[in-house]
């Protein structure tokens, strides 16, 4: 999968609606749905909304040994 991330579409703020990164990551909303209850994806609870924190998504990503 050769999927890359134009780094201007990231948003300033440090987290996202499921549907705003399905459509930026190319899923469904139900498979963000699912990996968050799967707790792949960390959010946070800010009053009724379950968002996805980017900012813990950065720094797993970031701390990921990568094998090529």
Not at 39 to 63: Q, S, T
């Amino acid at each position: 999968m050769d999927t890359q991330v134009d780094a201007s579409q990231l948003p300033s703020v440090p987290v996202m609606s499921r549907k705003k990164f399905a459509d930026l990551v190319g899923v469904t909303e139900d498979t963000v749905t699912g990996w968050i209850n799967r707790g792949y994806l960390p959010v946070v609870d800010i009053g009724k909304y379950r968002l996805i924190n980017l900012a813990l998504v950065n720094k797993i990503a970031l701390e990921q040994e990568f094998k090529l």
